[in-house]
């Protein structure tokens, strides 16, 4: 017997031996190993082909064996071949649900908060504004009731005067907007004014009572079925100038106040108290709103309204009342002179009102598209209808024939079309080099408020508003 034949029956013997991790392989590459006795032996080589076959069940638990594909290899002999290897070779889409939810901590998941719906879109914007003068203030005023998209705008401390002053008016309102105000009567100062859109229909009430320790104006305000009572209130700070005493006023509020909670309307009351609101130590804000208290009303401001602090601009309502979308906020208005420089001490309030939007204005326009009509096709159409022309007829025949004949060459080049269209704010001296200054003033003076330095106020003086080009 052969070497040969002696190698194959020692082969044949050999069976694959699972052990752990490893098995034997008989028809895997062999080699010689040494010799013994002169005899010489041939040893296998154990190869690992399957690491996880003894893996223990709390090792693998998270392995999903339904993405493992088995993957054979090419056999050596024609009578063995090699165990399998299990890989992955495809994305784990079969993950059970329960394997998957085992290795997730919740308390490190946060909720997704759902899209909310723009408020400014179905809701009213109201805004309240200490100017102290609009005459000197009025492109500032026009360009704040634009950019904000302001409905209502209540303004105190207007400075305004019955008689002289309506081309000031005419200045700082906006087109589509319209202007209710109450200029002081006997002297200077003081004034009050609400600006609104053309579609928010609101009228004057007429009042018999005159107080002299507070202005105000009562307005009616109507969109749709809904009704609200508007009222805006300025009360100037006791001084030797006008000699105002607290107790009066108190008694006039609370005489005000009583005649105004019997109406059936909600109720708005804003404007400019010149009481420390915030100030739990103030006595006289704190009679304020105990008299607020007892008529049933609530004050909804919170945080400093003046640029030295403390809460001085109010926005009142019944306490049963739904009628504000969230509490007010308190923002900069950016007010700005004539010649560019820094003015007005008061922030503004603004708050959403439960209002329905009345819808924008519309309105129904007919054109032409003469941009698109070829030059040529429409002059050779044009002489041929006018050589038709009987030069014999009467003067009112031959006016009427080219009137016609005009007209329905011009229809079928350009015919007309109609479209409805919302009517817009016209601002044309709202240029792109005004909007980019406007915005690096408003840049210098939030960094000059922000800090107080002495570089940033240098800084915003020198700022682009001040250029003679722009105005």
């Not at 223990?56 to 009578?79: A, D, E, F, K, M």
């Not at 609101?202 to 079925?225: A, M, P, Q, W, Y």
Request: aromatic letters at 6%; one cysteine or more.
């Amino acid at each position: 017997m052969n070497s040969l034949n002696i190698t194959r029956r020692l082969f044949q013997r050999v069976k694959p031996v699972v052990s752990g991790a490893c098995s034997s392989l008989p028809g895997s590459r062999r080699t010689r190993r040494g010799s013994k006795a002169g005899c010489r032996v041939i040893r296998q080589i154990r190869k690992v082909v399957n690491v996880r076959a003894s893996t223990p069940y709390y090792q693998n638990r998270y392995i999903n064996r339904g993405n493992l594909v088995n993957v054979v290899c090419q056999t050596i002999t024609h009578s063995h071949t090699v165990e399998t290897i299990q890989t992955c070779i495809r994305p784990r889409l079969l993950v059970s649900r329960s394997h998957s939810m085992r290795t997730v901590n919740k308390s490190n998941l946060r909720p997704i908060p759902k899209d909310q719906k723009d408020v400014s879109a179905s809701c009213m914007s109201f805004y309240t504004l200490n100017c102290r003068s609009v005459k000197n203030k009025t492109t500032s005023i026009n360009d704040f009731i634009l950019s904000n998209n302001v409905d209502i705008l209540s303004l105190t401390e207007t400075w305004l005067r019955p008689d002289s002053d309506r081309f000031i008016l005419l200045e700082f309102s906006p087109d589509g907007y319209s202007i209710l105000q109450k200029p002081r009567q006997d002297q200077r100062g003081g004034g009050i004014a609400i600006v609104h859109k053309d579609q928010i229909n609101i009228k004057h009430k007429e009042s018999d009572t005159r107080f002299t320790h507070f202005e105000h104006l009562e307005c009616s305000v109507n969109v749709g079925n809904q009704h609200i009572c508007l009222c805006v209130i300025y009360r100037p700070p006791p001084s030797k100038t006008n000699r105002f005493k607290n107790t009066v006023f108190f008694e006039e509020w609370t005489h005000y106040l009583d005649n105004l909670v019997i109406i059936p309307e909600d109720l708005v009351i804003t404007g400019d108290l010149n009481f420390h609101i915030d100030n739990p130590n103030d006595s006289e804000g704190n009679r304020f709103i105990l008299t607020l208290e007892e008529h049933g009303l609530s004050q909804h401001v919170v945080g400093a309204t003046h640029t030295k602090g403390h809460t001085l601009d109010v926005l009142i309502t019944r306490k049963a009342s739904s009628l504000l979308r969230g509490l007010p906020t308190i923002q900069d208005p950016v007010l700005c002179d004539n010649n560019g420089n820094a003015a007005g001490d008061h922030f503004a309030v603004h708050a959403y009102l439960q209002i329905a939007k009345p819808p924008k204005e519309r309105k129904t326009v007919t054109f032409r598209r003469m941009k698109q009509l070829d030059n040529e096709k429409f002059r050779i159409d044009l002489d041929s209808s006018l050589v038709l022309c009987d030069k014999n007829d009467s003067l009112e025949n031959l006016v009427t024939s080219y009137d016609h004949k005009l007209r329905a060459v011009l229809n079928k080049h350009a015919p007309e079309e109609t479209r409805t269209i919302t009517l817009r704010p016209n601002t044309p001296w709202y240029t792109e080099d005004l909007r980019t200054a406007k915005r690096e003033k408003r840049r210098a003076e939030k960094q000059m408020r922000k800090t107080n330095l002495t570089v940033h106020r240098q800084i915003l003086e020198i700022n682009p508003f001040k250029q003679p080009d722009l105005y």
